[in-house]
């Protein structure tokens, strides 16, 4: 793989940050034993060293893997024709070739583990790479990247997780909960099956699991402790649900009239409606969102030639008039729109006013079409740079969002990325 560099400002970001990080260890072990007591030095525990000790376990340590003072940002490729499958380390620009997978039509991440959909199973990889983030700070680790194995489900299958679980929703509405702490080890071991069936994901928020139950279009939204028995019902209407989104502000279920907004408070749960300002056609509605990692700003097609931005702060939907969207993302905060389109090129705009800011040249070497399903070209954005995968082209482009859409690099790939996801957010 080559790397391209295509100016300096770039190149000196990327070098200084290397030069801080050294070779990672050997995979990471079980993170979650250590979040379930919360980072080392903050906890009550007489069984641990004084923080003053020389033998002190230092603060975030996690066995088997490197604490990093800035993110470790790394890309999961695949092809699926032929199965080729890469991760690309954004840091060290280190390509490793992973076990190949053929026929994937979906690729999915937690911020740690990618999940290639193919129609008889889903494989599982380990990037290597996370976050954890604890509100108040960060940590940011990086170990060995590895194949973990394959979960019993197909292409169709809704996967969430949170630091100690793993819900894999399957096409039927099964759900089966897998122990991330054996995910993080190399193992899959599910822990529990589910009674019912779900409409959609069941995603798990504050040590619990949210899910819609019901048939023909009449859905209840239910609140399931970790055994999956029933603790709370809020009262909240959502018409076909679909498509749903991690805020810090809770978590954001896509439904036919907008959006719920589902939020824990000393172990209450509550359901408010972000609805649309106007009556929506079904093609129009916001189905599967796009966010930077933890951000309270959603992005979703709407139609083939606009774009929903949903403020989770503000309680507000904005449509934003593009040309033909092959992909949308942003990182919020007063960061642009970016919206891939059909000429090829990556454009700006501000959300506020819709107009376009700007413009890149074309990044795809092959035609696109508007209202592209899983197979086309992505744009993954974290709090710095955002990342668009030509396929064609064997390229992924690095984008500096917050200077006019600078091309900061570009990586020349052995193999067409046509499913693409980042990790280490």
């Given at each position: 793989?080559?790397?391209?560099?295509?100016n300096t400002a770039g190149a000196v970001r990327r070098n200084t940050v290397r030069r801080n990080v050294k070779p990672w260890a050997p995979a990471a072990l079980a993170l979650t034993a250590?979040?379930?007591?919360?980072?080392?030095?903050?906890?009550?525990?007489?069984?641990?060293?004084?923080?003053?000790?020389?033998?002190?376990?230092?603060?975030?340590y996690v066995e088997g893997a490197q604490e990093a003072a800035e993110q470790?940002?790394?890309?999961?490729?695949?092809?699926?024709?032929?199965?080729?499958?890469?991760?690309?380390?954004?840091?060290?620009?280190?390509?490793?070739?992973?076990?190949?997978?053929?026929?994937?039509?979906?690729?999915?991440?937690?911020?740690?583990?990618?999940?290639?959909?193919?129609?008889?199973?889903?494989?599982?990889?380990?990037?290597?790479?996370?976050?954890?983030?604890?509100?108040?700070?960060?940590?940011?680790?990086?170990a060995a990247i590895r194949d973990v194995g394959e979960l019993p489900v197909g292409a169709e299958a809704r996967i969430r997780s949170d630091i100690t679980v793993t819900a894999v929703t399957d096409e039927d509405g099964k759900a089966v909960l897998y122990d991330r702490s054996k995910l993080e080890q190399g193992e899959i071991a599910s822990s529990r099956?589910?009674?019912?069936?779900?409409?959609?994901?069941?995603?798990?928020?504050?040590?619990?699991l949210l899910g819609f139950t019901g048939e023909d279009g009449a859905t209840e939204l239910v609140v399931l402790d970790r055994a999956g028995k029933r603790v709370a019902a809020p009262e909240a209407a959502c018409e076909k649900p679909r498509g749903d989104a991690v805020t810090r502000r809770g978590v954001v279920l896509g439904c036919a009239d907008g959006a719920l907004l589902v939020r824990e408070e000393?172990?209450?749960?509550?359901?408010?409606?972000?609805?649309?300002?106007?009556?929506?056609p079904a093609a129009e509605r916001a189905t599967a969102f796009r966010q930077r990692a933890g951000s309270d700003t959603l992005t979703a097609?709407?139609?083939?030639?606009?774009?929903?931005v949903l403020d989770v702060t503000e309680r507000s939907w904005t449509r934003v008039e593009t040309g033909?969207?092959?992909?949308?993302?942003?990182?919020?905060?007063?960061?642009?729109?970016?919206?891939?389109?059909?000429?090829?090129?990556?454009h700006g705009y501000d959300i506020a006013t819709g107009k376009q800011t700007a413009r890149t040249k074309s990044l795809l070497t092959g035609k696109q079409r508007a209202g592209?399903?899983?197979?086309?070209?992505?744009?993954?954005?974290?709090?710095?740079?955002?990342?668009?995968?030509?396929?064609?082209?064997?390229?992924?482009?690095?984008?500096?969002?917050?200077?006019?859409?600078?091309?900061?690099?570009?990586?020349d790939l052995d193999i067409e990325p046509v499913l693409m996801a980042e990790t280490g957010r």
């Open positions: 793989m080559t790397v391209r560099n295509l250590l979040l379930a007591t919360g980072c080392g030095g903050e906890q009550d525990d007489d069984s641990r060293p004084a923080a003053s000790s020389p033998s002190a376990t230092p603060h975030g470790q940002s790394r890309l999961l490729l695949n092809d699926p024709a032929s199965g080729n499958t890469r991760v690309l380390d954004l840091i060290t620009g280190k390509v490793t070739e992973t076990d190949q997978v053929t026929g994937a039509a979906r690729l999915a991440t937690d911020g740690r583990f990618g999940y290639l959909h193919a129609s008889g199973a889903t494989h599982v990889v380990d990037s290597g790479s996370w976050m954890v983030d604890h509100g108040d700070h960060v940590h940011y680790y990086r099956t589910l009674p019912g069936s779900y409409d959609g994901a069941v995603v798990p928020y504050a040590e619990h000393d172990g209450a749960f509550t359901a408010e409606k972000i609805a649309y300002d106007e009556d929506v097609p709407a139609g083939d030639d606009a774009v929903w033909p969207v092959v992909a949308a993302n942003t990182a919020g905060e007063g960061s642009p729109l970016l919206v891939l389109e059909t000429d090829g090129a990556l592209a399903d899983d197979g086309a070209p992505v744009i993954e954005v974290d709090r710095s740079r955002a990342y668009v995968n030509d396929p064609d082209g064997k390229q992924v482009f690095e984008i500096d969002y917050n200077d006019g859409l600078r091309i900061a690099r570009s990586f």
